[in-house]
Antibody, heavy 116, light 109 residues
């Protein structure tokens, strides 16, 4: 069964770029009919879909974040990444990665806090 | 921007049945919106219950079922158990992107 694990800095400063990585085991990011997603959840609030990358590398993003987001894959490491630039306090959240296709498999999430 | 709507909160008695719904501001929800349903308990990551309208994961209890109902996606819980108290989120495919509903807080009382 596929397993996903998020990693990255727990603290980010204003105007910096947030970079997170999702390491996938039990399946390849470059094969199968799967979408590799990023989702976030501010404390006490609902889930927000950030964007996703298909197996062939084609991406789609939340229109409200599209100008600041890039999702990309590294097939040699079987990882996919999220870059979110020009961060502000509003980007503080738990960030999840997930595989979509024949179900939806979540990572455990990683908290990201804004720090001045 | 497209809005996905869910009941903010619902209350159900143990052993009862409750239906949560998921609507779209763009019109009727169909199987082409590939509805998903997730359960989230405090301090935990979401857990997928239903995908593509009505398909269950191996870990989804039999008392959970997904369907289309009255132009919306629906999640029905039968014989509700105390451990079903949680937040429930739906996810729809809309306009080439995915959009989450605001979530339903289900209380078992």
């Amino acid at each position: 069964q596929v397993h996903l694990q998020e990693s990255g800095p727990g603290l980010v400063k204003p105007s910096q770029t947030l970079s997170l990585t999702c390491t996938v085991s039990g399946g390849s990011i470059s094969s199968g009919n799967y979408y590799w997603n990023w989702i976030r959840q501010p404390a006490g609030k609902g889930l927000e879909w950030i964007g996703r990358m298909y197996t062939n590398g084609v991406t789609s993003y939340n229109p409200s974040l599209k100008s600041r987001v890039t999702i990309s894959g590294d097939t040699s490491k079987n990882q996919f990444s999220l870059n979110l630039n020009s961060v502000t306090a509003a980007d503080t959240a738990v960030y999840y990665c997930a595989r979509e296709g024949a179900g939806y498999y979540w990572g455990q999430g990683t908290p990201v806090t804004f720090s001045s | 921007q497209t809005v996905v709507t869910q009941e903010p909160s619902l209350t159900v008695s143990p052993g009862g049945t409750v239906t949560l719904t998921c609507g779209s501001s763009t019109g009727a929800v169909t199987s082409g919106h590939y509805p998903y349903w997730f359960q989230q308990k405090p301090g935990q990551a979401p857990r997928t219950l239903i995908y593509d309208t009505s398909n269950k994961h191996s870990w989804t209890p039999a008392r959970f079922s997904g369907s289309l109902l009255g132009g919306k996606a629906a999640l029905t819980l039968s014989d509700v158990q105390p451990e079903d108290e949680a937040d429930y989120y739906c996810l729809l495919y809309l306009g080439g992107t995915r959009v989450f509903g605001g979530g339903t807080k289900l209380t078992v009382l």
